[in-house]
């Protein structure tokens, strides 16, 4: 079955404090992996697509990666600001469904 | 600019009652989807449409129902046999049926009094 789990699903960096989240993954012909940040109370807002295994896409303090298996959110030197709970999603392998994971909650502290 | 809107922000609801949440988009995307969100949970999809006058249920469609009358809009209407309507529902939109990244609207949060 298709699944997507992400971790941890809370994380407290310190500002300036450097940390990466996880977003593991399994599903068959991967058609793109998705990364948002949504604000409490607000529609998910998107980052990147990843498509294929080594690819990268950066944005300010945000580095998304990309394996077989897995993505990492890189956040570097991150501020208050960054803090948003990070999400993921892959396309169902047999459908036409998104699978989201449940998101990973990061506070920044000044 | 191009976006999804979704009307109203707060809605309230009384038992009994249909209540239908507006989703609009000027992206000129075909597909158009309906998430519910619950604290802790992923989201999880209700609805969604390919293309006009065409719609699918997804996970959780009992107790809603939704049209595509038109290619920029898809709204959804929570019915009274929903028996847990109170949630963070937030449409989206995309180029195609799985293709490329979806787009989200602001979302609506439900409450039942």
């Known amino acids: 079955e298709d699944q997507v789990t992400q971790s941890p699903e809370a994380l407290r960096l310190q500002e300036g404090e450097s940390s990466s989240l996880n977003c593991s993954y399994t599903?068959?012909?991967?058609?793109?992996l998705f990364w948002y940040r949504q604000d409490p109370g607000k529609g998910p807002e998107f980052l990147f697509t990843l498509y294929s295994a080594g690819e990268e896409k950066e944005k300010e303090r945000l580095k998304a990666t990309l394996t077989k298996k897995e993505s990492f959110l890189h956040i570097t030197a991150p501020k208050p600001e960054d803090s948003a709970t990070y999400l993921c999603a892959v396309p169902n392998s047999g459908t036409y469904k998104y699978i989201f994971g449940t998101g990973t909650r990061l506070k920044v502290l000044a | 600019d191009g976006g999804i809107t979704q009307s109203p922000k707060y809605l309230f609801r009384k038992e009994g009652q249909n209540v239908t949440l507006s989703c609009e988009q000027n992206?000129?995307?075909?597909?158009m989807y309906w998430y519910r969100q619950d604290p802790g949970q992923g989201l999880r999809l209700i609805y969604y449409s390919q293309i006009v006058n065409d719609f699918q249920k997804g996970d959780i469609a009992e107790g809603y129902s939704v049209s595509r009358e038109k290619k920029e809009s898809f709204p959804l209407t929570v019915t009274s046999a929903q028996k847990n309507p109170t949630a963070f529902y937030l449409c989206?939109?995309?180029?195609?049926?799985?293709?490329?990244?979806?787009?989200f609207g602001p979302g609506t949060r439900l409450t039942v009094l």
């Open positions: 989206a939109s995309s180029i195609g049926m799985a293709a490329g990244e979806q787009f």
């Open positions: 599903v068959s012909g991967l058609r793109g």
């Open positions: 992206l000129n995307h075909d597909a």
